[in-house]
């Protein structure tokens, strides 16, 4: 009886320590299970805004600007073709139908013809006229100077070329006859028709163009130099003088060589971010300033890190899928196709969109617990107003 008792003592112990030991390795269990499981196992209502309560909803933002594809340093400005060129006509400075002069003992009669002059845009100026009825010598003086003194027997005289150093903005020409001396009873007369001062005039309304390229900020902060591209097309044996600026500064005086390209450099000082202002002149003749551009060198540069920082219960709920972050890119258009890719902590994801807005979610594996990195590697020149990071 006593050994009976004995054994049946014995097994109580030893189912004792076997619930025991079973209920230690439930509790090890549960205490390595995921805080979802365990709560599901549990019957417990897991809590997601208790363990996500101190993270911020976005993560990071901020604004890219222009950035470049990485393998090109080289950014072409394009200016439509123009042409620069001059007129130069022969045409009347002034004209009167008729003029008369004549000298005797008792009277004296002067005429005058009066006409303007510049010297910029006039040249080769000549006074022309027929004569009618003549006696005695013409003598014809521009601005108090002799420029004729003589008989003139031919009803259609050659023209008279007014000298230049004689010229002035406002001009007189004054035509007298010589006296008939001791004959007081003759009359020296001339009368003169068709009275015409012509020159050739050039008209320069035209020998002025200005053209207009634009330089963002980011692409100026990187530039190293320019290149001014051009074809000057114009006729056989044109001789006028082409003079280009930029900004106010000149950057080519010469006389072209037609239908050879021709490459000007230019220093980062010619240039200015922003607006900058190319002219083009001429003192002759015309010209086709054809293909024209600025291509501008950049600096090789590297594509913006961004950083955001993922907290540790943050990447947990992420890792087990009851969160996630999204990546935000803001274009500044909605026309042009953008492509590239989003490098996150070395992970590569490609993107392309036509909108104006492209969002994507990070896979769960590209995070990591702590300071985590971005960058956008464009395959062309993009502007991005905005690039962020939110929790979801």
Known sequence: MNRLKSGLAQSANNAGVTIIIIAVLIVVYLLFLPPQQRAELLGEE???TGILSDVESNLFS????????????TIDHTLPSFMVFTVTNAEELKRTASLYVKNSAFSDTTDEVVFFYDSQTIQDVKLSFNIAKHSGRLKILLNNQKIFEGEIED???DPIRLPEGFL??????????SSPGAAFWR???????NVLVSAKVTDYSSSFSEQHFAIPLSEYENLEKAVFEFLPDCPANEEGLVQILINNRVIYTGYPDCGVKTNIELSKELLIQGDNVLVAT????AFLIDMPKIITYLTQTEPPVFYFNVQRPLHEAIYFGNAGVMLT????????VKRGNLNVNGYQMYFETQDITYQTFVEPEFIVPGPNSI???PHDTMDVTEIRADVV
């Open 46 to 48: 897991q809590d997601n």
């Open 62 to 73: 901020d604004t890219p600007g222009r950035l470049y594809p990485v393998s090109s340093n």
């Open 155 to 157: 009803a259609s005289p």
């Open 168 to 177: 002035q903005t406002k001009n007189t020409l004054v035509f007298e006859v």
């Open 187 to 193: 009359v020296n007369e001339y009368d003169l028709k």
């Open 282 to 285: 001429t003192n002759t003749g």
């Open 329 to 336: 890119l803001r274009f500044t258009d909605a026309e042009s």
């Open 375 to 377: 960058k956008i590697i």
